[in-house]
């Protein structure tokens, strides 16, 4: 069973390379997913079995500190990880489940069954440094529950995550950089579009940033591209006919969309940033606002010239492609996960609990 978080959809695009190679190496695959995050991989992989998993439901404030709006939510949270937990002691049973992989979901774990948690950020960041130590050790009471931990970076400092996927003490269990998730195999296509607006992420923030760039297109003359990040579709827009609306796109069209586009406007998501360097594209990134982790990798990138980056308050496209268009990308070569390393990995991981 493959279970990711429903905080936006990086969670679940990350996991479709997994599922990809579970189904290559010959396994029966169950998806667990609600909503956009069950479209979404509904959409993917029509033959495979689902199941219905409630989701954290976790939203943005318009206003709020990020911290104060996700502790506000925190019982919720804690709620539905106990329910998740539950759930899977009785479903694991009804589908036969031998082997669970949870991307951030921290109730699927099982006493008697391999679970592997996978997530890029070990070291969750807060606004404020003196409690990232206490939120990493509760962080890893939770992750230590489980039998392995998956890390979608490479294992030698920097990586791509930095502080993030490589904190100076490590969680009490066997802990895998299995190297970058990325749907998409790189061709050299031509360019179609001066720029792609890739959404994605919770609301209200998603719709946020829409409504700021749907208002900046009357501006631009270029060929534009607005991917909405929407699999369950969502009300018209009023654009300019050079302005092409997708309200969804499948992995084979939006490899393709993306590689013919000369500049990319997307969310700092950890899972955007993994795709987009593989595919070494330009990437202008407008972090969500007080989420600190995207901050954090947004200045990561800044730093070694492999992207823009700009504040949504005040975020100006006109400008924002104009800078792009005088800046000097880097480029840089980090491995990409591989279907054939899975077998491997997954005896390594749970080579204790497996014997």
């Known amino acids: 069973m493959v279970a990711p978080l429903d905080w936006g959809l990086g969670h679940a695009t990350r996991c479709i390379p997994i599922v990809r190679a579970l189904l290559y190496q010959g396994y029966e695959v169950v998806l667990a997913a609600e909503g956009k995050t069950a479209a979404l991989l509904q959409k993917e992989f029509p033959q495979v079995s689902f199941v219905e998993l409630k989701g954290y439901r976790i939203r943005y404030s318009q206003k709020d500190d990020f911290l104060m709006t996700l502790a506000r939510q925190l019982p919720k949270v804690l709620q539905t990880m106990r329910q998740e937990h539950k759930w899977l002691m009785s479903l694991a049973v009804e589908e036969k489940i031998d082997l669970v992989i949870s991307d951030n979901r921290y109730g699927l774990w099982h006493p008697h069954i391999p679970c592997i948690f996978m997530t890029h950020q070990l070291q969750v960041r807060t606004p404020y440094r003196f409690l990232n130590g206490w939120v990493r050790w509760i ?170 980056s700009f504040p949504q308050k005040g975020f100006c496209l006109t400008a924002a492609l104009a800078a792009a268009k005088n800046h000097a990308f880097a480029t840089v070569d980090l491995p990409v996960f591989e279907e054939k390393q899975l077998p491997d990995l997954i005896a390594q991981s749970l080579q204790k609990s497996l014997t």
Not at 176 to 201: D, E, M, Q, W
Request: aromatic share 8%.
């Open 139 to 308: 962080h890893y009471r939770f992750i230590e529950k489980f039998d392995a931990c998956w890390v979608p970076d490479v294992k030698a400092w920097p990586g791509l995550a930095a502080s993030l996927s490589h904190p100076r003490w490590l969680p009490n269990l066997p802990v895998s950089y299995i190297k970058l998730l990325s749907r998409f195999v790189p061709n050299h296509l031509p360019i179609k579009f001066t720029c792609c607006a890739l959404l994605s992420g919770p609301e209200p923030q998603r719709t946020i940033l829409e409504s700021m760039l749907v208002e900046a297109f009357s501006e631009i003359t270029d060929p534009i591209l607005l991917i909405r990040g929407l699999p369950e579709g969502g009300p018209a827009l009023d654009v300019p006919a050079n302005v092409t609306v997708v309200d969804h796109y499948t992995n084979d069209l939006l490899g393709y969309a993306i590689q013919r586009s000369e500049y990319i406007v997307c969310r700092s998501g950890y899972t955007s940033v993994m795709e987009l360097l593989s595919l070494r594209k330009k990437m202008i990134l407008v972090p969500t606002p007080g989420q600190t982790e995207q901050e954090y990798l947004a200045l990561q990138l800044m730093r070694q010239e492999l992207a823009l």
